[in-house]
């Protein structure tokens, strides 16, 4: 859920929502909260876990993808303000990125003094939110400017094909074009240069130039317990097996001295 941050909540406070002793106001590194345009509308980052974990896994995803450009920007469940003067006009997409907006952390994104709109928008489906992915939303976001549009539905219950993408052309969106490889449907964003695809119920990004998936961490931590299960069953293996090499060089020197083995 979006939340206004309090000063308790912040490094330095004392418990209490009172400043140390010594320190002024003025020395705070956060941005205060603007009146006018609150950084909450009270509504929750998402209604289930598939909802919560394909929004979280993307963020994360693109972040690491776009870690060394400091022009580009990925957020998620933040307010976009895109008129000025009037804070009812607002939306909150789940995943968007930015190409040439400073990268670093924002309360909210004013469209008038941001660089641009975003380039590239997520919204996954849920039961209360889906209906507004696929009509109002869809004709705000291209009004916006917004490059491209993608709906996801991890479950498979509201999107008929559960991922869909949607480029803007003449003030419309336009719908991608899936290839087929193994049995999966696969989509193209060029505003992302990178390939998605539906597969288990999760959201992949691939990056063409290499073939390979992005992985979150979650992928690389399960990947590490991997490993590390691996290795230890090769260690016990190993061991066992010099046991038993033992054993069989206790056998022959009892058989080459007469002794019974």
């Not at 876990?49 to 994360?60: C, G, K, N, V, Y």
């Not at 690491?64 to 607002?90: A, C, M, Q, T």
């Not at 789940?94 to 660089?115: N, Q, S």
């Not at 999107?159 to 290839?179: I, K, Q, S, V």
Request: glycine fraction near 8%; charged fraction near 30%.
């Amino acid at each position: 859920m979006r939340a206004t941050p309090c000063y308790r909540c912040q490094p330095g406070a004392d418990g209490l929502g009172k400043l140390p002793k010594g320190m002024p106001m003025t020395q705070s590194p956060y941005i205060a909260e603007d009146p006018l345009y609150p950084s909450s509308d009270g509504q929750p980052l998402a209604e289930n876990d598939w909802q919560l974990w394909a929004i979280l896994d993307a963020i994360a995803v693109l972040d690491e993808r776009f870690s060394d450009r400091p022009d580009v920007y990925v957020s998620g469940d933040l307010l976009i303000y895109y008129e000025e003067g009037n804070p009812r006009k607002r939306v909150a997409p789940d995943v968007f990125v930015v190409f040439g907006a400073a990268k670093h952390h924002r309360m909210i994104y004013k469209l008038w003094a941001e660089p641009k709109a975003p380039d590239f928008v997520l919204e996954v489906a849920s039961e209360n939110t889906w209906k507004q992915d696929e009509g109002p939303k869809r004709a705000l976001y291209a009004e916006l400017g917004i490059r491209e549009y993608w709906m996801f539905d991890p479950r498979d219950e509201y999107f008929d094909p559960p991922l869909r993408g949607f480029t803007l052309e003449d003030g419309g969106y336009r719908l991608l074009p899936a290839r087929v490889e193994s049995g999966q449907r696969v989509f193209r964003s060029e505003a992302l240069e990178l390939d998605l695809r539906m597969q288990g119920g999760r959201l992949w990004f691939r990056d063409p130039a290499t073939g390979q998936d992005l992985r979150t961490l979650r992928d690389v931590s399960a990947a590490l317990r991997d490993e590390r299960t691996a290795l230890r069953d090769e260690r016990a293996a190993h061991r066992e097996s010099r046991a038993r090499m033992a054993e069989l060089e206790a056998r022959l020197r009892a058989l080459e001295s007469g002794e019974p083995g």
